[in-house]
């Protein structure tokens, strides 16, 4: 009977698993309220899934990293963005993510702008171990209100995708060195190309800037988004730059443990 009951529970995991991923699959991500928008320009209002994290422990909040809605209550981000000097775990409580902002200040009344609390960080395994997995999944302390400004990017949960190639053209979104959103075209370079330049693990992948701010200039963990068809996908977490090359996490090899993480949650 307890045997029966274990099976019957895993199955009940592995049915609720599959069905979340159905469902985020489906659903109408990386083209708020319906619409298939084309890349805005620099200066104007940025993709709605882009997230900012703040640091608030001084009580004002301070931009410490970008992020991606890919759920209307998670965010995904690098990993190095809540150590502290001394590589210690920050808590949860240190951080404010904040949706919908085209400015880089927190307190900054915006017509779209909403900010959450951080409820859980969720690292995969090897994280912390010189940052070997550069990827973490934040819970907000509660859902946002998704709407045209804040939405959902799309994560190829299914697998449906091609593996990214060399000349590959995707996007990302950030303050560099001012103040407000600006949004520029990337390129994917090869990885014996990009070997040439850095250290590139076979969970990262680089790209180098079309056009838009110094490579030394982009924001910690933004998203490298790329369009399929009528929707956009979150393909990478910015990592670093090393010699003008930048590096990105490949989110390609973290979906299994992101829908898990999101299924066990409900």
């Not at 307890?2 to 159905?22: D, N, Q, W």
């Not at 995904?76 to 808590?91: I, Q, T």
């Not at 910015?238 to 299924?263: C, E, P, Q, R």
Request: hydrophobic content about 40%; aromatic content about 8%; some cysteine.
């Amino acid at each position: 009977m307890v045997a029966a009951k274990g099976v019957r529970g895993l199955t009940a995991a592995v049915c609720c698993f599959v069905c979340l991923v159905e469902a985020i699959a489906t659903s109408d991500c990386g083209r708020p309220q319906g619409t298939s928008p084309s890349p805005p320009s620099s200066g104007d209002v940025i993709p709605a899934w882009h997230a900012v994290v703040y640091d608030t422990t001084d009580g004002v909040g301070k931009h410490i990293c970008a992020g991606a809605l890919i759920d209307a209550q998670y965010v995904l981000v690098a990993e190095h963005c809540f150590y502290g000097p001394s590589g210690n775990l920050r808590p949860e409580a240190d951080f404010t993510v904040g949706v919908g902002k085209v400015s880089r200040v927190l307190g900054k009344e915006e017509i779209s702008s909403q900010t959450r609390t951080v409820k859980h960080i969720h690292f995969p395994q090897g994280a912390g171990v010189a940052h070997s997995n550069d990827l973490a999944l934040l819970r907000l302390n509660e859902a946002v209100f998704l709407n045209d400004r804040v939405w959902p990017i799309c994560i190829d949960w299914k697998g449906d995708q091609l593996p990214l190639k060399n000349g590959d053209k995707g996007s990302m979104a950030g303050f560099g060195s001012g103040g407000s959103l600006e949004y520029f075209p990337l390129r994917l370079v090869g990885k014996d190309l990009c070997k040439k330049n850095a250290i590139v693990k076979e969970s990262q992948f680089c790209a180098e800037n079309d056009a838009g701010p110094a490579a030394g200039e982009i924001d910690s963990s933004c998203g490298f988004a790329q369009k399929s068809q009528d929707r956009w996908f979150l393909k990478g977490v910015y990592y670093k730059n090393s010699k003008n090359t930048n590096l990105f996490s490949n989110v390609t090899g973290y979906v299994d443990w992101m829908a898990h993480i999101i299924s066990n949650a409900h």
